[in-house]
C-alpha cells in the first residue's frame, strides 16, 4: 500500500510540474539535472530509475533510465512501436530473447552496449538467481513508456 501511494505522488507530481522551457537561443539553455529518489513501475514489469524524459526536462526526441532486473528476474516480452533504444549494461548477465517468436538470443554482461531496432520484440532475463542486473537504457521517444507494446509469448524458452 505504501508502495502505491509513493508511485501515485510521483506521477502526480511528475504530471502536474512543467517542463522546463527550452530556450529561444541554445547558448541561453540550462542544463537539467535529474536524481532519482525511488523506482516507478514498468510496462515491462520492472524496476525503473525515472531518469530524463520530455515530462521532467523538456526532452524532445530522447528519453534515459536506469533499469534493474531483480535476481532471476525478467521483463514482460515488448517491444517499443516506432522508436529505437539502445542500452549499457552496467553490471549482471542477461540473456535478451528477441525476434518475432523471441526465438534468437544473447547474452550481454557489464559493459556491453545493444542496440535494439524499433518493433523488434524483445525479453530481457537475468541470469544471476543472487545478484540484480543493471542498465542504462536510452530511447528516442522522449515519453518512454507511452511506445511500449507486449507481445506474446511462446510458452517455453
Do not use: W
Not at 501511494?5 to 537561443?25: G, N, S
Not at 549499457?88 to 523471441?102: E, P, S
Not at 559493459?111 to 545478484?131: A, C, R, V
Amino acid at each position: 500500500m505504501r508502495n502505491s501511494a509513493y508511485l501515485f505522488t510521483f506521477l502526480l507530481a511528475a504530471a502536474l510540474a512543467p517542463a522546463p522551457a527550452l530556450a529561444d537561443d541554445p547558448a541561453d539553455a540550462e542544463i537539467i539535472v535529474i536524481r532519482p529518489t525511488g523506482t516507478t513501475a514498468t510496462k515491462q514489469g520492472l524496476p525503473n530509475f525515472h531518469g530524463i524524459s520530455g515530462q521532467n526536462a523538456g526532452a524532445k526526441h530522447i528519453s534515459m533510465n536506469k533499469v534493474v532486473i531483480p535476481p532471476g528476474g525478467a521483463a514482460k516480452a515488448h517491444k517499443h512501436k516506432g522508436y529505437e533504444t539502445a542500452i549499457y549494461v552496467i553490471k549482471g548477465r542477461v540473456k535478451t530473447l528477441y525476434g518475432k517468436n523471441l526465438e534468437k538470443s544473447v547474452i550481454n554482461v557489464g559493459g556491453d552496449f545493444l542496440y535494439i531496432p524499433p518493433d523488434l520484440p524483445h525479453k530481457p532475463i537475468n541470469l544471476s538467481k543472487t545478484e540484480s542486473a543493471e542498465a542504462i537504457v536510452a530511447r528516442t521517444d522522449p515519453n518512454e513508456q507511452e511506445s511500449v507494446e507486449h507481445v506474446a509469448e511462446p510458452d517455453e524458452h
